[in-house]
């Protein structure tokens, strides 16, 4: 998309799965790339090579997400390095351990709230300061990560995870219209059963092979997948859409 080359991505927990497809996607476009990580610096490494090797300029930088300080750190280190950013993918996001709503770790809900609606709304927060044409910013587009869970609720597996990403669906009705005379489009995009690494990281490396065959479509999806809606949300394609919510689940 040529209205993208030379504008600035942001990527919150972009070095693997949805944020990594976006990141390359977006780079294909022409646009620079920052994303944060918190621990995988081997992928960072070289998902960074990969992104200059396309010409663009590409920055990691070590930050926790989950966290104001490490927030604040990431969009002031995008601040040096681009400036402000054009494009905001709130992506960075945890589903906890598999449990019931009974067995549930206190340490565990906190972890996945502190990622998932405080650093969302943080993030959108300082995405707001630096692209609202009423702070003296050009205007841009926020996209929010969701996930079919809001509709599922995800029972004796991650409640509390679909509990979280509920409340970005409610941040993104409200952002959107807060600020769509401040030259900011936010929509989010609410992947279903989608191959990333997020299966195993929870304990359930077999996730995908189980439910893949009963979504509609009869597989799972992909990162790319995904990140062509989100593409399609930050391009001037999609000029007129804000408060927008759009599943990509394969119809599950």
Same mark, same amino acid.
């Given at each position: ?23 390359r ?6 646009? #620079?790339?920052?994303?944060? =990580?918190?621990?995988?610096?081997a $992928?960072?490494?070289? &998902? *960074?090579?990969? %992104? ?10 070590k930050?926790?997400m989950g ?7 990431f ?11 054009d ?5 960075a ?37 630096r ?19 809001v509709?599922?609720?995800?029972? #004796?597996?991650?409640?509390? =995870?679909?509990?979280?990403?509920? $409340?970005?669906?409610? &941040? *993104?009705?409200? %952002? ?15 992947p ?8 195993a ?8 092979e ?20 989100i593409r399609?949300?930050?391009?001037d ?16």
């Amino acid at each position: 998309m040529s209205d993208m080359i030379g504008k600035c991505a942001l990527i919150t927990g972009g070095s693997r799965g949805i944020g990594a497809a976006a990141a390359r996607l977006l780079a294909a476009a022409g646009c #620079n790339i920052a994303f944060s =990580y918190v621990s995988d610096t081997a $992928a960072a490494t070289a &998902l *960074t090579s990969d %992104l200059e090797a396309m010409g663009v300029k590409a920055r990691a930088v070590k930050a926790d997400m989950g966290t104001e300080d490490g927030m604040l750190a990431f969009f002031q280190s995008v601040d040096q390095a681009f400036g402000a950013p054009d494009y905001v993918i709130n992506n960075a996001g945890i589903t906890g351990a598999i449990t019931k709503v009974a067995e549930l770790d206190t340490a565990e809900l906190r972890r996945v709230v502190d990622v998932n609606v405080f650093g969302a709304m943080l993030c959108c927060r300082e995405a707001v300061k630096r692209l609202s044409t009423a702070h003296g910013g050009r205007g841009g587009a926020i996209v929010n990560l969701s996930s079919a869970a809001v509709r599922l609720g995800s029972p #004796n597996e991650f409640v509390h =995870y679909a509990m979280s990403k509920g $409340a970005i669906d409610s &941040l *993104t009705l409200g %952002l959107a219209r807060e600020v769509a005379q401040e030259g900011i489009r936010v929509n989010a995009v609410a992947p279903g059963l989608i191959e990333t690494d997020i299966h195993a990281s929870a304990g359930a490396p077999d996730r995908l092979e189980r439910l893949g065959p009963g979504v509609p479509i009869g597989r799972a999806g992909t990162a790319e997948e995904t990140a062509e809606a989100i593409r399609w949300l930050l391009s001037d394609a999609a000029s007129y859409v804000t408060g927008a919510i759009l599943p990509v689940t394969g119809g599950r």
